[in-house]
């Protein structure tokens, strides 16, 4: 029997991760050259190894590689340093980069990181509720002390229940007409990650919030599947289990994850954002590297919660 589409996407993308760990580090010269870059794809790496580490070590596992390249990074006091190349990204990488510490580590590095973040960074002044959910969901993981209010007091303010679709999502030759735009679209599912947990707790919504963030998020995918955005169809099928769906039974979900399989290549990767997006046929391996890892990386995390055991109802 050929494998199922969510199958055939885990196998793949997991496989071509494995083999491009060198351009995800930022000390190989295979390193994206940009400094945000370099960055950027090691702490992506790191996301997905803290949300896709194993419970047991009975059967191999696909990420060890990644797992050992990660655990490697954040105890490297040249890692950190990396981040004050970027400024308007710093504060954010430093507590992102303690938030997803491996178990067992030496943290001196992670905890001098947390020493260096502004006070302010942390606090709800001047951010928009999105934003807030964002920062209290990385300093509680990293178990620093902060002052952004309770998820019950974002939630009526968030993209999932704030958002309302601009219109009716209808068929058309060319696509659909998109209920939401894209940043909006992104910023609905990852609140949806935050609140939880990337599919380990509730979503925090419920009764007629609920079922509009699912219609929401259906709605987007239609759009997604029709257009191929192939990176945010993949978010957001996270998004329909985060919030308690099963993609596989969903009729945008099960579309998406077709799109997604017909998208990827025989190497594994998911060569770009988008259809429209994609890289020219020749291209150097940096190159492809830059346009694929992000939504690879982001399918494969989809494709590991959504097929995981241990699902949220």
């Known amino acids: 029997m050929p494998p199922s589409p969510l199958e055939q996407l885990s196998a793949g993308t997991l496989d071509w991760l494995a083999g491009n760990l060198d ?23 790191g996301l997905l190894c803290h949300r896709a580490a194993r419970p047991d070590d009975t059967v191999p596992d696909p990420l060890g590689g990644a797992t050992a390249l990660v655990r490697k990074l954040w105890q490297d006091p040249d890692f950190p340093r990396l981040f004050d190349d970027s400024p308007a990204y710093a504060s954010t990488y430093r507590l992102v980069y303690a938030a ?16 260096r973040l502004d006070p302010d960074f942390l606090s709800p002044g001047g951010k928009s509720p999105y934003r807030r959910i964002e920062i209290r969901y990385y300093a509680d993981k990293a178990g620093v002390r902060h002052g ?56 925090r919504v419920a009764g007629a919030d609920l ?13 997604c599947v029709a257009d191929e955005l192939w990176d945010l169809a993949a978010e957001l099928v996270l998004t329909q289990f985060v919030l308690g769906e099963d993609p596989l039974r969903t009729s945008s979900g099960a579309a998406a994850l077709g799109c997604l399989a017909r998208a990827q290549r ?4 998911i060569p770009g954002r988008s259809a429209a997006l994609t890289g020219a046929p ?32």
């Open 100 to 115: 997803l510490a491996p178990d067992g580590i030496d943290d001196t590095a992670c905890r001098e990181a947390l020493a």
């Open 211 to 223: 079922d509009h963030a699912r219609d929401l998020t259906h709605r987007m995918l239609l759009h």
């Open 148 to 203: 952004i209010e309770p998820y019950a007091e974002l939630l009526p303010q968030s993209p999932l229940v704030a958002f309302r679709a601009a219109g009716a999502t209808v068929a058309a030759s060319k696509g659909t007409v998109p209920p939401l735009t894209v940043p909006q679209a992104y910023a609905l599912t990852h609140t949806a990650f935050y609140l939880g947990d990337f599919g380990r707790t509730g979503p």
């Open 266 to 269: 025989p190497d594994g990767a």
């Open 282 to 313: 020749q291209v150097t391996a940096g190159e492809f590297f830059r346009k694929a890892y992000h939504t690879t990386l982001v399918t494969a995390l989809m494709a590991s919660i959504v097929s995981s055991p241990g699902r949220v109802s």
């Open 23 to 45: 351009h995800f580090d930022p000390f190989s010269a295979s390193a994206p050259s940009a400094p945000r870059g370099k960055a950027k794809a090691a702490l992506e790496l």
